[in-house]
Structure formats: C-alpha cells, structure tokens
C-alpha cells in the first residue's frame, strides 16, 4: 500500500512550483530587472536634458 497522503499539502507544493515555474518562464520572456529599468531610464532623461540643452530656439 502507499504512503498516506496530506492532499492539502500536497496541493499547496504543486500550487508553489507553479507559481515558480510561471516566474521563471516570464523572467525569461520579459528578462529584465526593476534596476535595470530605471538605469535606462535615469540615463534617457539625462540624454534628453543635454539634447534639449543644446537647442538653439526653445520651445515656450
């Protein structure tokens, strides 16, 4: 005969490996980090101020 079973524990241990294989599968997809993000962002602002900076007539 079989081991015997806690099926609510088993079902939340499927639940979590789920969950963690849908992690893992949108980290690949979409693959980058929060910081990652706002790097590219800081240094797009930062670009944007110096190429504004250097206009000759200013939008008013």
Not at 4 to 22: C, S
């Amino acid at each position: 005969m079989g081991d015997v079973l806690n099926l609510r524990r088993q079902r939340r241990r499927r639940a979590r490996e789920e969950a963690r294989e849908e992690g893992e599968r949108n980290r690949a997809q979409h693959g980058r980090s929060s910081a990652e993000e706002a790097v590219d962002r800081a240094r797009k602002e930062r670009d944007d101020a110096r190429h504004e900076a250097h206009r000759l007539d200013r939008p008013r």
